[in-house]
């Protein structure tokens, strides 16, 4: 599928499966992102693959339930069943700030333009599109606000940062939960 | 305005269709020649479950065309001759509010 | 009164663009209307049963005079003459097209106010005690922390798709004047034994189907902590809320089936895990705001006015105003001025472009040119001198306004309901206004004294009736509206979900009830006993004895 990555368009040399048998024969040819049911029980066996290993969140699945394996992750995919689903956007929060998540941390489901900001401001840094056309506008969406209240992992420095004259940004990961609302 | 409405309409009564216009929210009626209608005298009617059905079809294309919103089927019954809508929620839809003290839409 | 600074013209200007840039893609077909209807209700733009209806958000219940009118413009030139004031102090337009709603937002932004989240399943408006920064009994003004609050929730970026709906009152006084117990989070202020001040933190409470007030989550929340402590609230709703039931989707019913201790733990587990001092409320930014809602500059007067006096010993009709209108100042020689939207026989929350442009007016001519809404749906003036009261209250005649109904059986909060609604059973505001016209002796208003009486449409109860002395809540059986009544409801610091007294009456036979119900008070109370003490004291039986003697 179509990929935003950085705010470009890339290829996506993934795969992603939630069934075993289809790792064992997806990993020797590449990436391969698992489900964390999938990681669970079969973690062993995949950490022996060798190749890059992306996770798969379902929504609802705390990043708790892998936290002392994220570190192994290069991908962390998060679930948008519907738009109006919003429990990714704690998910991302809570991998970036406090579980201190590096890694592409990428949108799938139904990623949409008017929900783009709040993803990107969440900490998501790749999106998966169902068209490629879809891009540009996703793209266009990111410029509709200069300044936003709260500190997030935008890296923007925030209204109340900005009125004390200070304009300090926020530190995309230690500081968005951390950082201070900036008063 | 009194709505009195215990009558139950009968499984087989006539139905015709009606949506919002997107523009401006108005309530509109599909009527004979495929297009809308703010007056409900204009909508078709159809006979039976059959036809309703063939009604809607042609109401969710509109739809899904743009232009009108959330098209559905509504009970009717002629008097004259004249199409009116049965049911409390329908009659207000036609007639408008019916706390009528300081609107200015004609009731 | 809070005013925007450049970033905050600046934001809710790009709003405007972003929305107007949606109605675009809306109109050219590039947004279906499944993807469309959240974004326009992210926004207050509703698709109602004749119309759309549009609503604008009035922080905290606060308006300044300028806004009032520009409120007042819009309803002439975009819609049809009216707005309708909310239970939850904001406004609605009932006609608005959509081409024009780009451009209403527009002339909004110009007066500093939009219409961002008042619907959706985000942090909805926030409302607070209309009577804030004048009642006597105030620990602090709430809207300085209502304030706060709404920026730091506008746009939220993890928390604008939550399961359901989400509600926040502040009140900074003990007299519960927001029905903080009804909303999904209620803050209360008040000071800890070293007099620092901190809120009462209730959570759970709603209205709807399954009414539930809220309970103490936390007794004591110092205010700089506020943010951090909403944060983790909303952080555990948003993962644990329920989400395959719409009906099942608010905190209240988490609260029910966790209990509030269990929810308790969570929330003081993820409030733990979020880092010192994110979030937290520096004095600085508190005073900053605080200034905003700084005192005007009163003039030092006498409490007592004799002009005042000798107009109420002069004219009784304006003598029942102030006994019922009239609310105490905590600045000696003025007073608290509640204009009723209610003429007996007219429709609950309505005001017309004239009637608003006109109360405008009088604010700048007898106040600081402030105006509150309140969540019974009336205006108030919240600074009047007591001299200039007569002035006001003869003014107020001649808008059709001056019914000395405030807190009274015709002070009735009624919903849109089927005459506008989508989601409406049963009409409501026709019934407000039959019951209210049986109630049109002055008198006999008086004799009856202090009560609430609510109509909502539906279950979804937006007239608060399962909190009024008197709740009628209209049910459709097959094909036919009929009205059931509560009795026993509350909405202040003592609130209680009133219970349901028997069969329903239908449209014809509701009002009758409701005059044997207050018959059966005046006949039972004691001296100075108010309706809802009569009634904890007697119980329902007296009630559905009359009600039900025929049956």
Same mark, same amino acid.
């Given at each position: 599928?179509?990929?935003?990555?950085?705010?470009?368009?890339?290829?996506?040399?993934?795969?992603?499966?939630?069934?075993?048998?289809?790792?064992?024969?997806?990993?020797?040819?590449?990436?391969?992102?698992?489900?964390?049911?999938?990681?669970?029980?079969?973690?062993?066996?995949?950490?022996?693959?060798?190749?890059?290993?992306?996770?798969?969140?379902?929504?609802?699945?705390?990043?708790?339930?892998?936290?002392?394996?994220?570190?192994?992750?290069?991908?962390?995919?998060?679930?948008?069943?519907?738009?109006?689903?919003?429990?990714?956007?704690?998910?991302?929060?809570?991998?970036?700030?406090?579980?201190?998540?590096?890694?592409?941390?990428?949108?799938?489901?139904?990623?949409?333009?008017?929900?783009?900001?709040?993803?990107?401001?969440?900490?998501?840094?790749?999106?998966?599109?169902?068209?490629?056309?879809?891009?540009?506008?996703?793209?266009?969406?990111?410029?509709?606000?200069?300044?936003?209240?709260?500190?997030?992992?935008?890296?923007?420095?925030?209204?109340?940062?900005?009125?004390?004259?200070?304009?300090?940004?926020?530190?995309?990961?230690?500081?968005?939960?951390?950082?201070?609302?900036?008063? | 305005?009194?709505?009195?409405?215990?009558?139950?309409?009968?499984?087989?009564? *006539? $139905?015709?269709?009606? !949506? =919002?216009?997107?523009?401006? #929210?108005?309530?509109?009626?599909?009527?004979?020649?495929? /297009?809308?209608?703010?007056?409900?005298?204009?909508?078709?009617?159809?006979?039976?479950?059959?036809?309703?059905?063939?009604?809607?079809?042609? *109401? $969710?294309?509109?739809? !899904? =065309?743009?232009?009108?919103? #959330?098209?559905?089927?509504?009970?009717?019954?002629?008097? /004259?001759?004249?199409?009116?809508?049965?049911?409390?929620?329908?009659?207000?839809?036609?007639?408008?509010?019916?706390?009528?003290?300081?609107?200015?839409?004609?009731? | 009164?809070?005013?925007?600074?450049?970033?905050?013209?600046?934001?809710?200007?790009?709003?405007?663009?972003?929305?107007?840039?949606?109605?675009?893609?809306?109109?050219?077909?590039?947004?279906?209307?499944?993807?469309?209807?959240?974004?326009?209700?992210?926004?207050?733009?509703?698709?109602?049963?004749?119309?759309?209806?549009?609503?604008?958000?009035?922080?905290?219940?606060?308006?300044?005079?300028?806004?009032?009118?520009?409120?007042?413009?819009?309803?002439?030139?975009?819609?049809?003459?009216?707005?309708?004031?909310?239970?939850?102090?904001?406004?609605?337009?009932?006609?608005?097209?959509?081409?024009?709603?780009?451009?209403?937002?527009?002339?909004?932004?110009?007066?500093?106010?939009?219409?961002?989240?008042?619907?959706?399943?985000?942090?909805?408006?926030?409302?607070?005690?209309?009577?804030?920064?004048?009642?006597?009994?105030?620990?602090?003004?709430?809207?300085?922390?209502?304030?706060?609050?709404?920026?730091?929730?506008?746009?939220?970026?993890?928390?604008?798709?939550?399961?359901?709906?989400?509600?926040?009152?502040?009140?900074?006084?003990?007299?519960?004047?927001?029905?903080?117990?009804?909303?999904?989070?209620?803050?209360?202020?008040?000071?800890?034994?070293?007099?620092?001040?901190?809120?009462?933190?209730?959570?759970?409470?709603?209205?709807?189907?399954?009414?539930?007030?809220?309970?103490?989550?936390?007794?004591?929340?110092?205010?700089?902590?506020?943010?951090?402590?909403?944060?983790?609230?909303?952080?555990?709703?948003?993962?644990?809320?329920?989400?395959?039931?719409?009906?099942?989707?608010?905190?209240?019913?988490?609260?029910?089936?966790?209990?509030?201790?269990?929810?308790?733990?969570?929330?003081?587990?993820?409030?733990?895990?979020?880092?010192?001092?994110?979030?937290?409320?520096?004095?600085?930014?508190?005073?900053?705001?605080?200034?905003?809602?700084?005192?005007?500059?009163?003039?030092?007067?006498?409490?007592?006015?004799?002009?005042?006096?000798?107009?109420?010993?002069?004219?009784?009709?304006?003598?029942?105003?102030?006994?019922?209108?009239?609310?105490?100042?905590?600045?000696?020689?003025?007073?608290?001025?509640?204009?009723?939207?209610?003429?007996?026989?007219?429709?609950?929350?309505?005001?017309?472009?004239?009637?608003?442009?006109?109360?405008?007016?009088?604010?700048?001519?007898?106040?600081?040119?402030?105006?509150?809404?309140?969540?019974?749906?009336?205006?108030?003036?919240?600074?009047?001198?007591?001299?200039?009261?007569?002035?006001?209250?003869?003014?107020?005649?001649?808008?059709?306004?001056?019914?000395?109904?405030?807190?009274?059986?015709?002070?009735?909060?009624?919903?849109?309901?089927?005459?506008?609604?989508?989601?409406?059973?049963?009409?409501?505001?026709?019934?407000?206004?039959?019951?209210?016209?049986?109630?049109?002796?002055?008198?006999?208003?008086?004799?009856?004294?202090?009560?609430?009486?609510?109509?909502?449409?539906?279950?979804?109860?937006?007239?608060?009736?399962?909190?009024?002395?008197?709740?009628?809540?209209?049910?459709?059986?097959?094909?036919?509206?009929?009205?059931?009544?509560?009795?026993?409801?509350?909405?202040?610091?003592?609130?209680?979900?009133?219970?349901?007294?028997?069969?329903?009456?239908?449209?014809?036979?509701?009002?009758?009830?409701?005059?044997?119900?207050?018959?059966?008070?005046?006949?039972?109370?004691?001296?100075?006993?108010?309706?809802?003490?009569?009634?904890?004291?007697?119980?329902?039986?007296?009630?559905?004895?009359?009600?039900?003697?025929?049956?």
């Amino acid at each position: 599928m179509p990929l935003i990555k950085h705010g470009r368009l890339v290829e996506d040399r993934w795969h992603e499966t939630d069934d075993f048998a289809e790792v064992q024969t997806l990993a020797p040819l590449g990436p391969v992102i698992v489900s964390l049911d999938v990681w669970r029980q079969h973690k062993d066996a995949i950490l022996a693959f060798d190749g890059p290993i992306g996770l798969r969140l379902a929504p609802g699945q705390t990043p708790d339930l892998a936290a002392a394996d994220l570190h192994r992750f290069e991908v962390i995919a998060l679930e948008f069943a519907t738009f109006t689903d919003g429990r990714a956007y704690s998910q991302a929060r809570l991998l970036r700030q406090r579980h201190g998540y590096k890694g592409e941390l990428r949108a799938v489901g139904e990623v949409l333009r008017d929900q783009l900001t709040f993803m990107l401001r969440c900490g998501f840094d790749s999106f998966s599109l169902a068209t490629a056309q879809q891009a540009q506008a996703l793209l266009e969406a990111v410029e509709e606000f200069a300044h936003w209240y709260q500190p997030a992992l935008d890296g923007r420095a925030t209204i109340p940062a900005l009125r004390r004259g200070s304009g300090e940004k926020s530190s995309p990961v230690a500081a968005g939960c951390a950082a201070t609302w900036a008063y | 305005m009194s709505i009195r409405t215990s009558r139950i309409p009968a499984e087989n009564t *006539a $139905q015709a269709i009606t !949506a =919002n216009r997107l523009s401006d #929210g108005s309530v509109i009626y599909l009527t004979a020649k495929d /297009n809308w209608s703010e007056r409900i005298e204009d909508c078709q009617s159809a006979p039976d479950p059959q036809a309703a059905k063939v009604l809607l079809h042609q *109401a $969710q294309r509109h739809a !899904a =065309n743009g232009h009108v919103v #959330g098209p559905y089927l509504f009970k009717i019954e002629h008097e /004259n001759g004249t199409p009116v809508a049965l049911g409390r929620r329908e009659i207000i839809r036609t007639r408008g509010p019916s706390v009528g003290t300081d609107l200015k839409r004609p009731i | 009164m809070y005013r925007y600074d450049e970033f905050d013209h600046a934001f809710v200007a790009e709003r405007v663009a972003q929305f107007s840039g949606q109605v675009a893609r809306r109109v050219s077909g590039e947004l279906s209307e499944d993807e469309f209807k959240p974004l326009r209700l992210m926004n207050g733009l509703y698709l109602q049963l004749h119309a759309y209806m549009l609503r604008v958000a009035i922080p905290y219940g606060t308006l300044a005079s300028h806004q009032l009118r520009k409120l007042a413009h819009i309803a002439r030139t975009y819609d049809h003459g009216y707005g309708h004031f909310t239970t939850r102090q904001n406004i609605q337009y009932n006609w608005p097209k959509l081409e024009d709603v780009p451009k209403i937002l527009a002339e909004l932004a110009e007066v500093e106010m939009h219409a961002i989240q008042t619907s959706g399943n985000c942090i909805r408006n926030i409302t607070a005690d209309p009577l804030a920064g004048v009642a006597a009994d105030e620990v602090d003004d709430p809207r300085t922390y209502a304030e706060i609050i709404r920026q730091w929730s506008t746009l939220h970026p993890e928390f604008s798709f939550l399961p359901r709906k989400f509600k926040i009152a502040v009140t900074g006084a003990p007299s519960d004047r927001a029905v903080t117990r009804g909303h999904d989070i209620g803050l209360r202020m008040h000071r800890n034994a070293d007099g620092e001040p901190g809120f009462e933190v209730m959570v759970g409470g709603g209205q709807g189907r399954t009414p539930i007030l809220a309970k103490t989550l936390r007794d004591f929340l110092p205010v700089d902590q506020m943010l951090s402590y909403l944060e983790a609230i909303l952080r555990v709703y948003n993962q644990l809320g329920r989400r395959d039931n719409i009906y099942k989707a608010r905190l209240k019913i988490m609260v029910e089936s966790l209990g509030v201790e269990a929810l308790a733990e969570l929330v003081e587990a993820e409030w733990a895990q979020i880092p010192d001092g994110t979030l937290d409320l520096p004095i600085e930014e508190r005073q900053r705001i605080a200034a905003y809602f700084a005192p005007p500059s009163y003039v030092d007067l006498p409490d007592e006015s004799s002009a005042l006096d000798g107009a109420i010993a002069a004219d009784a009709s304006f003598a029942a105003w102030v006994e019922s209108n009239v609310h105490e100042h905590k600045q000696p020689g003025y007073a608290i001025a509640t204009i009723s939207t209610k003429p007996h026989g007219g429709i609950p929350g309505d005001a017309s472009a004239e009637q608003m442009e006109a109360i405008a007016d009088l604010a700048e001519q007898y106040g600081f040119g402030e105006i509150r809404i309140s969540h019974k749906q009336n205006l108030i003036l919240p600074d009047i001198q007591k001299t200039d009261l007569f002035a006001l209250w003869q003014a107020l005649g001649i808008l059709g306004m001056s019914a000395a109904n405030a807190g009274r059986i015709s002070d009735i909060i009624a919903c849109p309901g089927l005459d506008y609604c989508n989601l409406a059973n049963a009409r409501s505001i026709p019934i407000a206004q039959r019951i209210s016209e049986r109630f049109s002796d002055l008198a006999r208003e008086r004799e009856i004294g202090d009560i609430s009486l609510n109509i909502s449409g539906c279950i979804n109860a937006c007239a608060h009736h399962h909190v009024a002395n008197i709740g009628v809540l209209g049910v459709d059986k097959k094909g036919t509206e009929y009205y059931q009544v509560t009795l026993g409801g509350v909405s202040n610091e003592n609130a209680a979900i009133g219970s349901i007294i028997g069969p329903a009456f239908d449209e014809w036979q509701i009002a009758d009830a409701i005059e044997t119900i207050v018959d059966v008070y005046l006949q039972q109370r004691e001296v100075g006993e108010k309706f809802i003490q009569t009634y904890q004291r007697i119980g329902p039986q007296p009630f559905k004895e009359k009600l039900y003697a025929s049956d």
